[in-house]
Each structure stands twice: as C-alpha cells, then as structure tokens.
C-alpha cells in the first residue's frame, strides 16, 4: 500500500472560484479517488490562499476587516469544492495557527543555514497612496518582448520575471500615478546556492520534460536572489525579529500546505513527519497550473530542502482552461464561476468532460459547449446508463434476481481484466486515455446486449432464463465499467451500488462477477444534457456603445499588403503535427468542407478543411497529413474545428493536401 500526500493550488481568496479552478481540483480529485479506490492511503489537503496587499485593499474597499472577508470566501469555496464532489480531507487556510507556525519555522532553519540575505533596495512606492507597491500593482510594459499591459512581477505573454523597476513605463494600480523609487532593508532567499540540486530535481522524473525544458531557460538566464519579505502596511505574517516586515505571500502560500497537513495531523492524530519528515518515505504530489511552474518547481523544493524537509515526489502541471475557443473573460461573458455552473448544471457532467480531455501534459484544454453535450449525452446516457436501464425491467420481470451465472464468463473476464490496465493510466494522470478504453468497454457491452435481442426473446416465455442470463451478463458489465467511472462520477457510482445492491468500496473487486442477487428497483441514473440550458452559462456580451466606421471605398479597392514577415521566434510557436485521417464526411449545408476525424499521437481530433471539391472522403482514411495543432479552436455552426490542414493552392484551379514522407506517424512534431 502506497502512502500520498496530496495538494493542489491555493485558490486565492479574492473572489469567487471558477472553471479554471475547478478543472485543476477535479484532476486531483479524480486521482485521489482512484487512488483509495485501487486500496492506498491518499490524502488530500488544501487551503485558502489569504495574504498579501490585494487582500488588504478589498476589506478596506468593503469596511470590513481581512479576517472577515478571508470567513466569508472561505465558506463559499469549500460549498463550490463540495458541490463539484471535490473530496479534501481537510480544506484550511493559509492564515491560520498551524501556517504561522510552519512558516516561523521554514523561514529560521533557512536562516540559521545562510540562505536569507538582507539588503537595501529602491523599490515602487505610491506617493499618492503612501504604500510600497507589491509587484502586481505596478503594471507597464515587458521589458523583454514589449508586451504591454503587464505586471511587475512577470510577463504573461513571453514568461519572462523580472522586477517592477525593470517595467516599462510603470503606473500604480492603487492610485493611476507613476510609482517614485524609495529605499527599503529587505531579506532575501538565496535561490542560486540550490541550483545544482534543482538541476537534478528537475531531471529526475518528478516533473514534465518539458516542463524541465521550460525551467532550463530560468537556469540559462541565472537563479537570482528572491526578495522575501514586504513592507507594511500589508496583511500577512510579520516576520520574526522584523518590525515593519512581512513575509511576502509566495513564502507563506506554499508553505500553506505544510499548515494544513499539520492541522489534520493534529486533528486525526497522525505523523506530520511522515509526510513530511526528510526521511519521509510516503509520496508528496503537487498539481498546479503552468502559470505558477516557477514557484513550485524551483522556489518550493528549494526552500524544503533548505529548510530541513523533503522534496515534493511529482509536481503534475496542467494547462489552461478555455471556453468556445476563447480565454475566459469577464467582458466576453465566458469568465464562468463554479457557482453559476451549479446554479443551472449538475457537476458529474462537467467532471466527466473534463476527465475525457485530461492527458498528462501542459496543453490548454477548451470547454466547447457542442462537444460537452455531445460527449456526455452520448457517452454517459447513450452508452453507459443505457446499458443498466436496458437490462433492469427484464430482471425485474424474471423476479428482480440475477441469475446464478454468466452465459460468457469470458467476456465479463475480458472486461474486469482491464483493470491493471485503466488502472495504469489513471495513475499517471492520462484519464482520456482511460475514459476512451472505457467507452469502447461500453460499445461492446452494448453490442452483446444488441446481439441477443433480450426484447425480442422476452416475448416467448419459454426463454425467460435466456433473458435473465443475457441481462445478467449486461449489469455485470455495467458494474465493471461503473467501478471504472467511480472516481470521475462518485455520486453516480453510488447510486449504481444501490441499485446492485452493493456498493461499489474497490478497484478489484469486480475481479467476481455479482450473481445470484438481487437489484433494486432502478432509477435513472443520468439525464441528458440540454444545450439551451449549457449555453445560459455564458452571460450575454453587452452590445459596443457605437458600431465601428464602415470601410470607406478607397479601403475597400486598395490591394492587399503584402504579408509581414516574421522571426524564428514567432515561427516556433506554431506546433506542426502530423495526424492520420480516422474518418472523413461531407459537411451538409456546405459546399467545400470537409469534416476529418483525426487522430494526433492518441489524441482525437476534429477539424473541418475546405478540400470537399479536391478530395473524395472515403480516399481520404488513412492518410497522414500535417495540422497546425496549437490554431485557437474555432466554432463554427457545424461544429467545432480543433486545428488546420495544411494545403496548397496556387493561381490554377486545385488545392493539394500538404503530406508528410512515409515513415511518419501520427503525432510527430514537423520541424
């Protein structure tokens, strides 16, 4: 039995979670839940993120204390987790006893080892305002790539860290008014004494290798120094033997879930230093965003280590989240909240499709709202649920028993043999993989049940125990498969264990098939998705307060500029991928697409290219093309396009398929 600790990111405490939030909890949770399923000790723990200068400014903008407003937020989290069937063992919050007291602790091992610096620096103050400005509120131009618009700490756009004094034309946040310089002692974590182990930390298997390439250029560029501390007025821990200092909340934050762990190891009586002890020999899992690599994967094992404790086993990174094809945004109305999501959906609906599209890598994940009814309809109710309701009412009329055996015992074994190996891809968090084996479990299930027609045998009453035997087979499968989705869909798996008459508690105990039982009466365990309702979760754009200037005639006759070039930089940003045509239709109501299932190294995809005039379909299966596989998807009224065909045209009639050499497979990188 495997002993897990696990966290995922501290959502800050500033507002209201949202999908975002909820796609990285329900990834955890997921994993967690198989996790005990399979018979291993995982826990899990987070906490609110409640420190720092935003959080100040809020209360103050309410008249009401921090402390007040961190209780209010609090309580609305752990309601949004509960409602999405995010199991924590113990949600805390970073402004509590237990984080004050581990981060004492961090912060004088790492000085007592040498590892805190103090020096003077100028930084941002607000002379309106008469505060020192925390990074994030100076806001100007990236002085690596000219991106403007961007905090003081980092740029969104090329990744780049740097310190507000480097920005580009700074303005406050606070006040509008451009910071002035003014000195300041802060303290210091030396960061670079740790960069031979971080080197090998990061190679080691415990993060992506391309995560590990990313974290290379913040090695090429120089680990510097990491300014700790902050000057009040700010909301936070003071720091020991500092008047006036705080400790900046990227210190405390992380260090929140070393607080919460001590909370539940006090609370439920168990050994702190197991989890976190340096010679701790249980599992540390972390999963967090790709916004915040550089905190968890360099700053966090650095400060563990420097501080006495154990490094983290993995930290799983995930991408970001985007709804219909766009970045979510308050303006475009796709900024969803988990509470509007709960107002008008159940969670296992979205659970399932987030699982469904989840892989171990740092890719972006869109939520298209075609594609979440689609999947789920046809998935969860058309294939899964059908299954139980299909066979239940023939039960029930044979004396609500199953039946003493399996008429195929080979194929229930086939079924329940899968489990090592659904297993194995939930454990290394590829659950699209695991939910497409499931699915295709689930077309054969409903294809034996098909092939044996209990409906038609039903009507001759000399073959009732055929009937029984048939449907005993098929709620067999369904309890396999239903044990398969227990930690995508809990709820539903138990209401599947009270309908079987026994709940669903282990991964192997679907090793016996369940026979000679009763079932209960069933109820429908799933409805069907309406797209009216899933598309109420965007809230109408306003309308622009004035229509843009129609384009004059001279615009209109100009000819076409010639295309801008561009550097290499910008070239390596388009991810070229060669991808095998699965299927390939005709598109109705469109006179030159064509709709392409494609499949690009394991992942499916579907992308509508304009070739219906020079490409018959069914020629069209298993050709490799090249696809721009990082294009924004793109709806469209017949669907959504996941990416671009690459083809050619000239000044003649005919457009041509650019295609890879032979020996290409699917999912390789063109270069």
Known sequence: MRRILVTHALPYANGPLHLGHLLEAVLTDVWCRYLRLAGHECVLVCADDTHGTPMMLKAQAEGITPEELIAGVAAEHRATYAGFLVQHDLFHSTHSAENREMTDKVFRALDAGGYIARRTIRQAYDAEAQ???????????????????????????????????????????????RPVERESEHLFFRLAAFEPMLREWTRSGAIDASVANKLDEWFDAGLRDWDISRDAPYFGFEIPGHPGKYFYVWL??????????????????????????????????????????????????????????????????????????????????TFITGGRYLERLPAEPLRYYFAAKLSPGVEDM???????????????????????????????????????????????????????????????????????EIAALADRANQYIDAHKPWILAKDPARAAEVLAVCTQGINLFRVLMTYLKPVLPAMADRAGAFLGRPIRRWDEIATPLLDAPLAAYEPLATRLDPKVVATLIEAEAPPATAPPAPTP??????????????????????????????????????????????????????????????????????????????????????????????????????????????????????
């Open 131 to 177: 505060m020192f400005l925390p990074d994030r509120y100076v806001k100007g131009t990236c002085p690596r790539c000219g991106a403007k618009d961007q905090y003081g700490d980092s740029c969104e756009v090329c990744g780049a860290t740097y310190t507000p004094a480097e920005l580009i034309d700074p303005v406050s946040v606070v006040s509008g008014t």
């Open 252 to 333: 405390d934050a992380p260090i929140g879930y070393m607080g919460a762990s001590l909370a539940l190891a006090r609370r439920d009586g168990r050994d702190f230093d197991a989890w976190w002890g340096p010679g701790s020999t249980a599992e540390l899992h972390h999963f967090i965003g790709k916004d915040i690599l550089y905190f968890h994967t360099l700053f966090w094992p650095a400060m563990l280590t420097g501080a006495g404790f154990r490094r983290p086993t993995a930290v799983h990174t995930h991408g970001f989240l985007t709804v219909n094809g766009q970045k979510m945004s308050k303006s475009r109305g």
């Open 366 to 436: 869109d939520l298209s709202f075609d594609d979440f009814v689609n999947r789920f309809n046809a998935d969860v109710v058309g294939k899964l649920v059908n299954i139980a309701s299909r066979c239940a009412g023939f039960v029930a009329r044979g004396g609500g028993r199953l039946a003493r055996q399996l008429p195929e015992p080979a194929l229930y074994a086939e079924f329940a043999d899968a489990r090592a190996r659904i297993g194995e891809l939930y454990d290394r968090c590829d659950f699209q993989a695991a939910i497409r």
């Open 554 to 671: 001279a615009a209109i006759a100009a000819p076409a500029a010639p295309p801008a070039e561009i550097s290499v930089e910008d070239f390596a940003r388009i991810d070229l991928r060669v991808a095998r045509v699965v299927a390939a239709e005709l598109v109705e109501g469109a006179d030159k697409l064509l709709k392409l299932a494609l499949d690009v190294g394991g992942e499916p995809r579907t992308v509508f290219a304009g070739i219906r005039g020079a490409y018959e379909p069914e020629k069209l299966v298993g050709r490799h093309v090249v696809i721009v596989a990082n294009l924004k998807p793109r709806k469209m009224r017949f669907g959504v396009s996941q990416g671009m065909v690459l083809a050619a045209s000239g000044d003649g009639p005919g457009v041509f398929l650019v295609a890879p050499d032979t020996g290409a497979a699917s999912g390789m990188r063109v270069k």
